[in-house]
């Protein structure tokens, strides 16, 4: 695993906590305000464009490419995504 990819899974791992955090604070009365339900929406996107760029990172290194081509994608593209 290199630096930048060291980093991006720190990245998740933050992302990921504050999810936890804003998801718990829902399940309570009187639930998420608007600002922070605006906020779960947001790290929910940058979570999918973090794996996203993990997966397209791994994929260029195993197969002999540069894996510091691998680019953020726009959000709309990687929230289309069908699993």
Do not use: N
């Not at 922070?36 to 993990?54: G, H, N």
């Amino acid at each position: 695993m290199d630096d930048q990819e060291h980093d991006i899974i720190g990245g998740i791992d933050g992302l990921v906590a504050e999810e936890r955090t804003l998801r718990d604070r829902g399940g309570r009365d009187p639930g998420l305000t608007a600002e922070e339900q605006k906020r779960l929406r947001t790290v929910e996107v940058r979570l999918d464009q973090c794996w996203d760029l993990l997966r397209q990172r791994r994929a260029l290194s195993e197969f002999g490419e540069d894996p510091s081509q691998a680019r953020v994608r726009p959000a709309d593209e990687v929230e289309g995504y069908r699993g």
